[in-house]
Structure formats: structure tokens, C-alpha cells
Nanobody
């Protein structure tokens, strides 16, 4: 079992930046791959970024490459998503996610709204 809680969402103007945080509890965080996803009303959740357990490898959706950066601090059980050059199309609820023995765990989400 693992419990995930996101924070850091909010309202920002286009071109601005936000940093999302996700804190994990209930499992050895340093062993877990972590990812960020996002969802808009009426659409499925889409992949945004992922990081391996040791932070040495990352993966990004094409739509956020060069603007977003995922990182983690295993000492604090935290994973972050630094979002720069935000666009109105980035408006969504952002979720962090992990997987243990093929079971998915999601946080409750944090709303990001980018105004034009």
C-alpha cells in the first residue's frame, strides 16, 4: 500500500511556472518508479512524465518536453514536476502515480489552470 498526496496547483498566466509536489507514504518510496499524469473533463488521463526509482532516468510526453521537468527526493519521499512556459492547453487536474506489483496507486489530484 502507498498513499500519494499532490500539492502545488493553482492559477497561473500563460508563460508562467508552477512546481507540483507529491508526497508518498506507506511504502519504501525509494524503490518506486513515479509518474505524473493529467486529465481534463471528458478525457482520459494522459501521461506527462515519469522517473525511475533512483531518479537517473526520465521520460516525457512530447507535449511537455523542454518545458516540464520531473525530479525526486527519496530522503523526503517526494516527487516534483517543475512546469515552465505554461500554456492554456496545460490546464488540467494533475495526478501522481506509482505501481506496485502491477497495482496502480493514484493521488487525489491538484488543479492547474493556465489563463491566456
Amino acid at each position: 500500500q502507498v498513499h500519494l498526496v499532490e500539492s502545488g496547483g493553482g492559477l497561473v498566466q500563460a508563460g508562467g511556472s508552477l512546481r507540483l509536489s507529491c508526497v508518498a507514504s506507506g511504502h519504501t518510496f525509494s524503490a518506486l518508479p513515479m509518474g505524473w499524469f493529467r486529465q481534463t473533463p471528458g478525457n482520459e488521463r494522459e501521461f506527462v512524465a515519469a522517473v525511475t526509482w533512483n531518479g537517473k532516468s526520465t521520460l516525457y510526453a512530447d507535449s511537455v518536453k523542454g518545458r516540464f521537468s520531473i525530479s525526486r527526493d527519496n530522503a523526503k519521499n517526494m516527487v516534483y514536476l517543475q512546469m515552465n512556459s505554461l500554456k492554456p492547453d496545460d490546464t488540467a487536474v494533475y495526478y501522481c502515480k506509482t505501481e506496485i506489483s502491477r497495482r496502480e496507486y493514484w493521488g487525489q489530484g491538484t488543479q492547474v489552470t493556465v489563463s491566456s
